[in-house]
């Protein structure tokens, strides 16, 4: 047998190779279910964390409801040592009733008040809260018109003791001592203590030297501190006001407004005329506010009508010079919409995470959820120190800027990552215009959310939600 045809060891080395071939393998029907899954849980899981980051919003409200009364206990403690809010009332003729009378005192009205004054208003500081105080100069003037008690009282009353009352809420204010002109002849006020307005200013005046249904001429210079408010009682028959003022941010309240006023950035001047007809009692007054006058006099006083009983509270006006500081009310404001800053900050992150296909983990979302909210904490430490609007503005800049930041590290695009911080800095000025407005604010939101949506619904558009890979 020969041997020539049969390859030795080293030919087999050049045989081809035989090439194996896998089987064909199936994808799993439920593969692509899988995926799709995925998508579903990874908004669910976002949805948890939005929910999870709303929990510090009361938390925030609270601190600063806490920060607002701080800065009111400073103003208290700047009130008390200057002086409390102020209310003129006077002057009035108050003829007392006898110890043994029954009958309640008499306070008689003027048929004119007239009162002109500058009222110069500055700011004292507490810390870093602001309150505004103020030093008026007031001039009073005008005419009582008595009438004389019926002869079956005369007994029950002391007309010996007749005497004018000036009230003030805060008599401590004064700054100079009162002298009342009456009849021509001046009277030194001094303080005294009335059963119904509590301290007053009084003087004795002699009613012999009056003759019934003719005018008396009076006339008297307040001088006097107070804290943020001053207003007036309507007394006289006919009451006109005059005033001027260096406040530029004046708010003119009460029962009347004025019926002239001009407001400039150097301060302001007002003018009130009121008339008996505008106010619902009537030139003799029994009883000042009977619901904060002791109950044993209440019995009594029910026998007199109601047009000669004064609820003060009812019937006072006046200005309140007010420190143009809201920074508490529009950072509660501005916290209102963080939820709208989490959900679409987080919408928007997802669309660029399925248009990239990039995985952005739940951590990475609650981190920048921490970032919005931080927003709100840098908002309210400027707002303190600076205007709400450039603490608005660099609050936004450095939020913006670290989440712009971070998803330029996390997306490794950061084209994509800019125009992510572009959209949240549109946002936030969005919510500072809604911020700033009150008449249209409503408006004004309701067609920005309906383009928010409009851009959302867009958006999903390019995003396939069952896509099988």
Same mark, same amino acid.
């Given at each position: ?316 006006? !006046? ?125 004004? !939101? ?24």
């Amino acid at each position: 047998m020969t041997t020539e045809n049969i390859p030795n060891e080293e030919g087999k080395k050049n045989w081809p190779e035989t090439v194996k071939v896998a089987p064909p393998t199936k994808k799993p029907e439920n593969q692509g279910f899988f995926k799709n899954a995925r998508v579903g849980i990874k908004l669910l899981i976002i949805g948890i964390l939005s929910l999870i980051l709303l929990i510090p919003i009361p938390i925030l409200l609270h601190f600063i409801d806490e920060r607002d009364s701080t800065a009111e206990a400073a103003k208290r403690e700047i009130y008390e040592l200057w002086g409390e809010e102020q209310c003129v009332i006077g002057p009035m003729l108050h003829i007392p009733a006898n110890s043994s009378s029954k009958l309640p005192d008499i306070y008689i009205l003027p048929e004119e008040l007239n009162i002109q004054g500058n009222v110069v208003s500055e700011k004292r500081s507490r810390g870093i809260y602001d309150a505004m105080v103020y030093t008026a100069d007031l001039d009073l003037d005008g005419t009582f018109v008595t009438t004389f008690l019926p002869e079956d009282s005369l007994s029950q009353y002391n007309l010996e003791k007749t005497e004018i009352l000036v009230s003030l809420n805060d008599i401590r204010g004064l700054t100079d001592n009162v002298t009342f002109n009456f009849n021509g002849k001046d009277y030194k006020m001094k303080v005294c203590k009335d059963k119904q307005l509590g301290t007053t200013l009084h003087c004795t005046v002699p009613m012999s030297e009056i003759q019934e249904g003719e005018p008396v001429q009076y006339s008297t210079k307040l001088m006097f501190r107070g804290s943020e408010k001053l207003n007036f009682m309507p007394l006289g028959n006919v009451t006109e006001v005059n005033l001027t003022s260096n406040c530029a941010s004046p708010s003119f309240q009460g029962n009347s407004l004025p019926i002239t006023r001009t407001v400039s950035d150097t301060g302001f001047t007002a003018t009130w005329k009121t008339l008996a007809i505008n106010r619902d009692f009537e030139q003799k007054v029994y009883v000042w506010d009977m619901y904060s006058y002791y109950d044993g006099y209440n019995e009594d006083y029910y026998k007199y009508n109601k047009e000669n009983i004064c609820c003060k509270s009812n019937n006072e006006f !006046g200005v309140e010079l007010k420190v143009p500081v809201l920074q508490y009310q529009q950072t509660t404001r501005s916290i209102k919409y963080a939820y709208l800053f989490i959900f679409l900050t987080f919408a928007t992150v997802f669309f660029v995470e399925q248009h990239h296909r990039t995985k952005i983990h739940p951590i990475q979302y609650l981190l920048i959820g921490i970032a919005l909210i931080m927003f709100y904490t840098l908002l309210l430490s400027f707002c303190e120190h600076i205007p709400f609007l450039w603490a608005y503005i660099i609050a936004m800049l450095m939020t913006n800027s670290l989440i712009t930041a971070y998803l330029a590290g996390i997306l490794k695009i950061r084209k994509t990552a800019l125009l992510v911080g572009l959209l949240l800095t549109v946002l936030y000025i969005f919510i500072y215009i809604l911020l700033q407005l009150e008449t249209y604010a409503l408006l004004t !939101g309701s067609i920005g959310l309906f383009v928010i949506l409009a851009i959302l619904m867009y958006a999903s558009q390019k995003v396939k939600w069952y896509q099988q890979e």
